[in-house]
């Protein structure tokens, strides 16, 4: 079962809007960690923003947000009023705290087009 | 931040031929280093991890003796795709986790290298 969910392949935004990239996850670890990568196409990984699975809060990180519905397992990033530079493929990713090496499981992806 | 570098970042090579990558990590200490593949258009999929000194943890179905990965230093990672073939083609991208802190800790990623074998 993929543990990593992202179930759009591709989205087209119109500059300035707010764009919601789903992600949601499973695992029956209590300690676990979710994180957001966005990928250019220079295929640079950069690290978006991160949500704990005890962090009371909704993380947040300048124009990123995460809108972390525990119960409901999904982890979704909020790109506040996006811009051009936003294109770029964007990663789901969970590190359980039961794994001892901490590796990252991925989700498949989704690439996000900004219009101008 | 952290910032981890990755050699070449680009290479054409013959087939039958190796190619050696390398990864550093530049300010801070990898206790683990990370060595992944992405295909175009897919994710990532992971290799193998390394931890300093110790032998490298293969993902099922990845031939350790066709990706040979050395982690030598707390600092250093190398993979060298031996006798490499068209089908090795890809881009290949390290991280370095600092010292474990639990899971809050993010991987940091080298900027990649993309091999293309003809």
């Known amino acids: 079962a993929q543990k990593i969910t992202q179930t759009q392949p591709g989205m087209f935004v119109q500059e300035k809007e707010a764009v919601t990239l789903d992600c949601t996850y499973d695992t029956s670890d209590p300690s676990y960690g979710l994180f957001w990568y966005k990928q250019p196409s220079s295929g640079e990984m950069i690290f978006l923003i991160y949500?704990?699975?005890?962090d009371q809060q909704n993380a947040t990180e300048g124009r990123y947000s995460l809108n972390f519905q525990k119960a409901r397992k999904s982890a979704n990033l909020v790109i506040s009023a996006s811009q051009l530079g936003d294109s770029a493929m964007y990663f789901c990713a969970m590190r359980e705290g039961g794994d001892s090496n901490y590796q990252l499981i991925w989700g498949a992806g989704t690439k996000l087009i900004i219009k101008p | 931040g952290a910032v981890v570098s990755q050699h070449p970042s680009w290479v054409i090579c013959k087939s039958g031929t190796s190619v050696k990558i390398e990864c550093r990590s530049l300010?801070?200490?990898?206790?683990?280093m990370f060595w992944y593949r992405q295909f175009p258009k897919q994710s990532l999929m992971l290799m193998a991890t390394s931890n300093e000194g110790s032998k490298a943890t293969y993902e099922q179905g990845v031939e350790k003796d066709k990706f040979l990965i050395n982690h030598a230093s707390l600092t250093l990672s190398t993979l060298t795709v031996t006798s490499a073939h068209p089908e090795d083609s890809s881009f290949y991208i390290c991280?370095?986790?600092?010292?474990?802190?639990?899971?809050?800790?993010?991987?940091?990623f080298g900027p990649g290298t993309r091999l293309l074998v003809l």
């Open positions: 991280s370095a986790s600092p010292e474990r802190q639990g899971t809050r800790e993010t991987q940091y």
């Open positions: 949500q704990g699975s005890y």
């Open positions: 300010d801070f200490q990898a206790t683990t």
